[in-house]
């Protein structure tokens, strides 16, 4: 498995922005399509965002859709999620999270199910204030 462990998290009034990082260790960091998940009080994990293997697909949810960003960077680890325009609605803590098919060579769209994901970091809070 991967051990992954997130940074960035914080407080910030509505219509700012952060930006979280994912460090990874363990396995080969590139096999892992990765992604984003929050979880705000008293509701179900949501997904966010995700990236491919190589960095060269990504996927949103709808509610972050033209707000954030998700990169990667294989020589170092990393995986970002950077967020503007940010609403007391994205108040939730966010995990990452590392795909399933580390023997897999697909490079297309990356899953966005939890379902897909194996391993998780033990998430960072962000909260926007009104």
């Known amino acids: 498995q991967v051990q992954l462990v997130e940074s960035g998290g914080g407080l910030v009034q509505a219509g700012g922005f952060l930006t979280l990082s994912c460090a990874a260790s363990?396995?080969?960091?590139?096999?892992?399509?990765m992604g984003w998940f929050r979880q705000a009080p008293g509701k179900e994990r949501e997904f966010v965002a995700a990236?491919?293997?190589?960095?060269?697909?990504?996927y949103y949810g709808d509610s972050v859709k033209g707000r954030f960003t998700i990169s990667r960077d294989n020589a170092k680890n990393t995986v970002s999620l950077q967020m503007n325009s940010l609403k007391p609605e994205d108040t939730a803590v966010y995990y990452c999270?590392?795909?399933?098919?580390?023997?897999?060579?697909?490079?297309?769209?990356?899953?966005?199910?939890?379902?897909?994901?194996?391993?998780w970091g033990q998430g960072t809070q962000v909260t926007v204030s009104s």
């Open positions: 999270a590392a795909d399933t098919y580390y023997n897999s060579n697909w490079d297309g769209l990356p899953p966005h199910d939890q379902a897909d994901f194996g391993s």
């Open positions: 363990g396995r080969t960091f590139r096999r892992y399509a």
């Open positions: 990236i491919s293997r190589s960095g060269g697909t990504t």
